[in-house]
């Protein structure tokens, strides 16, 4: 498994002797870019979560880039959930259904002031990439 950033991931699927590769968003969140503030920090984070492990793969949609973008489980832990839990991404309001558990996580994280939201002003990505 390769961790491009903090919500995004490559896995191989299928038997070793056809093994694919996929390429995983994770859904409802939003990780710093890595130019960004904590970006480098969100993808050391998504990789001690998830590199070298299993993982389930919960598949939601597709995105426009053609990657697969879904819930992922590595080591026993809700990926998507731990990286917003860290303060590693954020919840991104455009795709979280607004009964998502990850809002009361988020709201947690940012209440503890963990990870990114340690920072004075944090920026989301959508924003950040924006300017």
Not at 37 to 63: H, N, V
């Amino acid at each position: 498994m390769g961790v491009s950033d903090g919500d995004t991931l490559t896995v191989r699927c299928g038997e070793p002797s056809s093994f694919r590769q996929l390429k995983v968003r994770l859904a409802q969140i939003d990780a710093p870019e890595k130019a960004q503030p904590f970006g480098q920090r969100a993808k050391m984070s998504l990789s001690t979560l998830c590199f070298g492990a299993w993982a389930s793969i919960y598949t939601e949609a597709q995105d426009r880039y053609g990657r697969t973008v879904a819930r992922v489980e590595c080591r026993g832990h809700d990926a998507n959930a731990e990286q917003v839990r860290r303060g590693m991404a954020w919840v991104y309001d455009r795709y979280a259904p607004r009964a998502s558990p990850l809002h009361q996580v988020q709201a947690e994280a940012r209440t503890a002031r963990t990870g990114l939201w340690a920072d004075k002003d944090p920026v989301a990505p959508w924003e950040w990439r924006h300017r």
